[in-house]
């Protein structure tokens, strides 16, 4: 077999598993930890029931998802990666970082709750020796963020020992990683504050994304 057929073959497989509709924002909402049906239905956003049932199916199918038994007092069944699963990880976040090339600096004010911890692993690429624990809470959402040997761990939740905590309106929220000065005084801002410029330095983005006013202006 030649090394480029295996190369396309292998592509192939992938997006035979995850190409379809709504399959990689199941991956990305899976990422941060599992959710019920209902909760997973409401962080994709506009997934028809019968389409998102379908392909849960299909990603079990294919060892992508598995289904497991929240502890009490949850007591419901919910979704979660498998490690197939979670492999997926990298390449999603590689895969985002490339389409802000193509995305809408304006569209940063349409940032939700639920994506606000995806949006910030998207524009931060931290260097390998920084270590800090980052706590996000926008709506009635929190994730803690754990930035250690290059890589950010992200998962739903309080961080109660987060150094830093940024609370407020996604679009806030960014403006003030990206932007500062005025644009932290909308937002809670808890813990070392000048660990904001240490997440600033490693903010990476399009430029026309740090002129945009949604994130410029806060």
């Given at each position: 077999?030649?090394?480029?057929?295996?190369?396309?073959?292998s592509?192939?497989?992938?997006?035979?598993?995850?190409?379809?509709?709504?399959?990689?924002?199941?991956?990305?909402?899976?990422?941060?930890?599992?959710?019920?049906f209902s909760?997973?239905?409401?962080?994709?956003?506009?997934?028809p029931?019968?389409?998102?049932?379908?392909?849960l199916?299909?990603?079990?199918?294919?060892?992508?998802?598995?289904r497991r038994?929240?502890a009490?007092?949850?007591?419901?069944?919910?979704?979660?990666?498998?490690?197939?699963?979670?492999?997926?990880e990298k390449?999603m976040?590689?895969?985002?970082?490339?389409?802000?090339?193509?995305?809408?600096?304006?569209?940063?004010?349409d940032?939700?709750?639920?994506?606000?911890?995806?949006?910030?692993?998207?524009?931060?690429?931290?260097?390998?020796?920084?270590?800090?624990?980052l706590?996000l809470?926008?709506?009635?959402?929190?994730?803690r963020?754990?930035?250690?040997?290059g890589?950010i761990e992200?998962?739903?939740?309080e961080?109660?020992?987060?150094?830093?905590?940024?609370?407020?309106d996604?679009?806030?929220?960014?403006?003030?990683?990206?932007?500062?000065?005025?644009?932290?005084?909308?937002?809670e801002?808890?813990?070392?504050?000048?660990?904001?410029?240490?997440?600033r330095?490693?903010?990476?983005?399009?430029?026309?994304?740090?002129e945009?006013?949604?994130?410029?202006?806060?």
């Open positions: 077999m030649s090394r480029e057929y295996s190369q396309s073959c592509l192939a497989c992938a997006l035979d598993r995850v190409g379809e509709r709504w399959s990689l924002l199941i991956v990305r909402e899976l990422l941060l930890g599992p959710l019920r909760d997973l239905a409401r962080s994709v956003g506009g997934a029931t019968d389409v998102l049932t379908k392909r199916r299909e990603m079990e199918e294919h060892g992508i998802v598995c038994e929240l009490p007092p949850a007591s419901a069944v919910a979704y979660e990666l498998t490690e197939i699963g979670r492999g997926l390449p976040l590689e895969l985002g970082r490339w389409g802000l090339n193509f995305d809408e600096a304006g569209n940063a004010a940032v939700t709750p639920a994506s606000l911890a995806t949006v910030v692993r998207l524009i931060l690429q931290p260097p390998s020796g920084t270590e800090l624990t706590g809470r926008s709506g009635d959402l929190s994730y963020l754990r930035i250690e040997d890589w992200a998962s739903r939740g961080a109660t020992d987060a150094d830093l905590t940024l609370a407020g996604p679009t806030d929220v960014l403006a003030a990683i990206v932007s500062g000065g005025p644009a932290e005084s909308g937002i801002i808890q813990g070392e504050q000048g660990l904001l410029e240490d997440l330095a490693m903010v990476v983005l399009p430029e026309r994304f740090r945009a006013a949604p994130l410029a202006s806060g």
